[in-house]
């Protein structure tokens, strides 16, 4: 499991992960992850498009992540999950706390305001 964590022009933070969101990957990930995702009040983009396979731990490690940011006055959004992710997501009803977009203008328009 691979993480990147890009400042976009906007201050939104752009975190791509790359590889299975199982045990294994979430212990490679998780303290950097939620220290790159809650560390100050900014928006939040996850981009999941590199993310194959999404265990429960994975789905804990995103839900946490959401709630520290939201709980320093910002917003975590998904991007691009691929279907399968995407459908374990929706069936575990993460897509009604966390918002999962298709386009990172509109996953950017969703956090943008928070930075103001």
Known sequence: MQIQTIILDNGIKLIKLDGRLDLPGVMEVDL??????????????????????????????????????????GKMVLLNPQPMVSEMLA????????????????ACADVVGLLD
């Open 32 to 73: 950097k992850f939620t220290a790159s995702a809650a560390s100050e009040k900014a928006g939040v983009v996850v981009d999941l498009a590199q993310v194959p396979f999404l265990a429960s731990i994975g789905i804990r490690m995103l839900l946490a992540s959401a709630k520290a940011v939201q709980k320093r006055g």
């Open 91 to 106: 069936s575990a009803g993460i897509n009604t706390i966390i918002p999962m977009h298709t386009d990172l203008d509109a």
